[in-house]
């Protein structure tokens, strides 16, 4: 049995404690914590973000709580992000279900808990950013109004944070290599029949080039 099969299998199990729409209540709790962080001039943020020392003198809910901190950036920005995460979870959902796409964002959440306790940083940026992988493999003809104005197709915007992944990999610290990487193995998990399939209609277009040179 493939990966892919026993993804799927697991979340027919779990079918039963699927979230609807769960990326609605999350990017709602993400708008929650940035309108409390202006007010409280970014005091929220602070209390939620993951630390290890904190959850060991039990600050227990910064062992989930990092999750809802939202892009630290202008409230449009803001608005767009959330509105990003909003769309791409919503597709997602349709294309696999509540119950497989409750499992890939899980999976995720847990990756980047586990990384955070090993190294001592944990952040839900790659996380979100793996989302949108998620959403470009599926959709890479998708266009998109980037900033509600300009057209552009979601696979080019991924070619784009490729780059952006690869050079935080060379430029980052273990820390940060880490989380970032168990983003990555989470997209590869869940889309490892997809990556087969292209790595071998890749070789066969190879093989046929070279057969007609």
Do not use: C
Request: charged share 15%.
């Amino acid at each position: 049995m493939d990966i892919t099969m026993w993804i799927d299998k697991l979340a027919y199990k779990l079918r039963r404690f699927a979230i609807p729409s769960l990326m609605k209540y999350i990017v709602l709790a993400m708008g929650a914590v940035f309108v409390l962080d202006f007010v409280f001039l970014g005091r929220v943020t602070s209390l939620l973000a993951f630390s290890r020392a904190a959850i060991m003198s039990g600050q227990i809910w910064r062992i989930l709580s990092f999750i809802f901190i939202p892009v630290d950036s202008s409230p449009l920005f803001i608005l767009f992000a959330l509105y990003f995460y909003w769309l791409i979870g919503e597709a997602l959902e349709r294309e696999w279900g509540a119950a497989k796409f409750n499992l890939f964002y899980l999976t995720g959440i847990l990756g980047s808990i586990a990384a955070g306790w090993i190294t001592g940083f944990a952040t839900n940026h790659y996380l979100n950013l793996s989302l949108f992988f998620a959403f470009a493999i599926l959709y890479p003809e998708f266009e998109l109004l980037l900033f509600f104005v300009l057209p552009i197709k979601i696979k080019w915007l991924a070619v784009i944070d490729a780059v952006y992944f690869v050079y935080l990999l060379i430029v980052s610290g273990w820390p940060q290599r880490i989380a970032l990487l168990v983003a990555i193995a989470n997209i590869l998990i869940f889309f490892e029949k997809d990556v087969r399939n292209r790595i071998h209609q890749y070789r066969r277009r190879q093989q046929w080039r070279n057969h007609f040179k």
